[in-house]
C-alpha cells in the first residue's frame, strides 16, 4: 500500500489506462497497417511484395477521392469554422433569450447516430419529386434535383450532413472560451466608442485565437478522415465516384475487396496527409511559436 501511495507511483497508475488503451488500440494497429502496406494478404498467405500496393495507389481513383476529400475539407472547415463563432456570439449576447434552449437544440444532433441521421437526410433529399427539398424547390418554380446523381449537389449533401452534426460541438467550444473574456475589454471598448462589429473583431477574435485554431485542426482531420457522411448516402459505389472519399476508398480496395496490402497502403497515405496540411496549418496560424514571441 506504500507503493501505491508512493507519489512517484501514483501518477504512472492514473494514466496507464490511457497509455495502456493507446498502444492496444492505436499504436500497435498503426504498426500493423504500415507492415501490412508492404505485403500482398490472401487468405492463408502473407507476400511482402514492396513498394508495390503504393504504386498502385497513384490510379485516377485515388486522385478522384482526393479531389473530392479536399473540396469537402475545404467547405467544412470554412463553415464548422466560422459560423460557430457567430451563433456562439449570438448565444452569448444578454440579449438574446431562451439561449440554453437554443444551446441544447445545436448539441443535439451530435448525439445522434450518423446512419439514423442519414436516413433522414435520404429522405429529405430523396430523388423523387415528393421528397422534402425537391417540394421547396417546386413551390420556388425550380425544377427536381436529382441529389445523390451530380457532383456538386452530392458535394453539397455530404457538407450539410456533416456541418448539421458539428455545428453544436463547435458552438459549445467557442461559447466555453467567450466565458474567459474579461468583460472589463467591452466596457473599455464602449467607453472608447466602439461599435458592436469593432468590438467583435477587435476584442471577441482575439481572444477566441486558440479555440479557432483547435476548431481549424480538429474539422481539417476530421473532413480528410470522413467517411460516414458519404456511406450512409450511397453505401456502396457512388455514380461516377462522385462521393469517393480516400477513407471511402480504403475501405472499398481493403474490406469489400479483401485487398488488406493496398487498403493498408491507402491508409498509409492518408496518415501522411493528415500529417503534412495539420503541420502547415497550425504553422500558419502561429500554433508553434512561445507565449513570448
Same mark, same amino acid.
Given at each position: 500500500m506504500? +507503493?501505491?501511495?508512493? #507519489?512517484?507511483?501514483?501518477?504512472?497508475? $492514473?494514466? @496507464?489506462?490511457?497509455?495502456?488503451?493507446?498502444?492496444v488500440?492505436?499504436?500497435?494497429?498503426?504498426?500493423q497497417? +504500415?507492415?501490412?502496406s508492404?505485403?500482398?494478404?490472401?487468405?492463408?498467405?502473407?507476400?511482402?511484395?514492396?513498394?508495390?500496393?503504393?504504386?498502385?495507389?497513384?490510379?485516377?481513383?485515388? /486522385?478522384? !477521392?482526393?479531389?473530392?476529400?479536399?473540396? /469537402?475539407?475545404?467547405?467544412?472547415?470554412l463553415i464548422?469554422v466560422?459560423?460557430?463563432?457567430?451563433l456562439?456570439?449570438?448565444?452569448?449576447?444578454k440579449?438574446t433569450?431562451?439561449?440554453?434552449?437554443?444551446?441544447a437544440?445545436l448539441?443535439?444532433?451530435? $448525439?445522434?447516430s450518423?446512419i439514423? !441521421?442519414?436516413?433522414?437526410?435520404?429522405?429529405?433529399?430523396?430523388?423523387?419529386?415528393?421528397?422534402?427539398?425537391?417540394?421547396?424547390?417546386? *413551390?420556388?418554380?425550380?425544377?427536381?434535383?436529382?441529389?445523390?446523381y451530380? @457532383? *456538386? @449537389?452530392a &458535394?453539397?449533401? &455530404?457538407?450539410?450532413?456533416?456541418?448539421?452534426? *458539428?455545428?453544436?460541438v463547435?458552438?459549445? /467550444?467557442?461559447?466555453?472560451?467567450?466565458?474567459?473574456v474579461?468583460?472589463?475589454?467591452?466596457?473599455?471598448?464602449?467607453?472608447?466608442? !466602439?461599435?458592436?462589429v469593432? #468590438?467583435?473583431? /477587435?476584442?471577441?477574435?482575439?481572444?477566441?485565437?486558440?479555440?479557432?485554431?483547435?476548431?481549424?485542426?480538429?474539422?481539417?482531420?476530421?473532413?480528410?478522415? &470522413?467517411?460516414?457522411?458519404?456511406?450512409?448516402?450511397?453505401?456502396?459505389?457512388?455514380?461516377?465516384?462522385?462521393? $469517393?472519399s &480516400?477513407?471511402?476508398?480504403?475501405?472499398?480496395? %481493403?474490406?469489400?475487396?479483401?485487398?488488406? %496490402?493496398?487498403?493498408?497502403a491507402i491508409?498509409?497515405?492518408?496518415?501522411?496527409?493528415?500529417?503534412?496540411? @495539420?503541420?502547415?496549418?497550425?504553422?500558419?496560424?502561429?500554433a508553434?511559436?512561445?507565449?513570448?514571441?
Open positions: 506504500k +507503493f501505491l501511495n508512493s #507519489k512517484k507511483v501514483v501518477p504512472y497508475i $492514473l494514466v @496507464s489506462p490511457f497509455i495502456v488503451t493507446f498502444i488500440l492505436t499504436l500497435y494497429p498503426a504498426i497497417a +504500415f507492415i501490412m508492404f505485403q500482398r494478404i490472401l487468405p492463408g498467405q502473407t507476400e511482402f511484395i514492396g513498394l508495390s500496393n503504393y504504386r498502385r495507389v497513384l490510379s485516377p481513383t485515388f /486522385y478522384t !477521392a482526393f479531389q473530392n476529400t479536399t473540396i /469537402y475539407v475545404i467547405l467544412t472547415t464548422l466560422t459560423v460557430p463563432i457567430l456562439a456570439a449570438l448565444l452569448n449576447s440579449a433569450k431562451y439561449s440554453t434552449f437554443y444551446r437544440s448539441f443535439i444532433p451530435s $448525439l445522434a450518423i439514423v !441521421a442519414g436516413t433522414v437526410f435520404r429522405l429529405i433529399f430523396g430523388e423523387t419529386d415528393t421528397a422534402l427539398a425537391n417540394q421547396v424547390i417546386t *413551390w420556388f418554380g425550380g425544377e427536381p434535383i436529382q441529389w445523390q451530380q @457532383s *456538386w @449537389s &458535394m453539397f449533401l &455530404m457538407v450539410i450532413l456533416s456541418s448539421w452534426r *458539428w455545428m453544436g463547435n458552438v459549445m /467550444y467557442y461559447l466555453a472560451a467567450l466565458q474567459n474579461p468583460p472589463e475589454l467591452y466596457e473599455s471598448a464602449d467607453i472608447d466608442g !466602439a461599435s458592436t469593432q #468590438k467583435f473583431f /477587435y476584442v471577441t477574435i482575439p481572444h477566441l485565437k486558440p479555440i479557432i485554431t483547435f476548431v481549424t485542426t480538429i474539422t481539417i482531420i476530421n473532413g480528410f478522415r &470522413m467517411f460516414e457522411e458519404s456511406y450512409v448516402f450511397w453505401e456502396a459505389n457512388s455514380p461516377g465516384n462522385i462521393g $469517393l &480516400m477513407v471511402g476508398y480504403m475501405y472499398d480496395q %481493403g474490406v469489400q475487396r479483401n485487398d488488406m %496490402g493496398f487498403g493498408a491508409g498509409v497515405i492518408v496518415l501522411i496527409i493528415i500529417f503534412i496540411v @495539420s503541420i502547415i496549418q497550425l504553422k500558419f496560424t502561429g508553434f511559436k512561445r507565449g513570448d514571441e
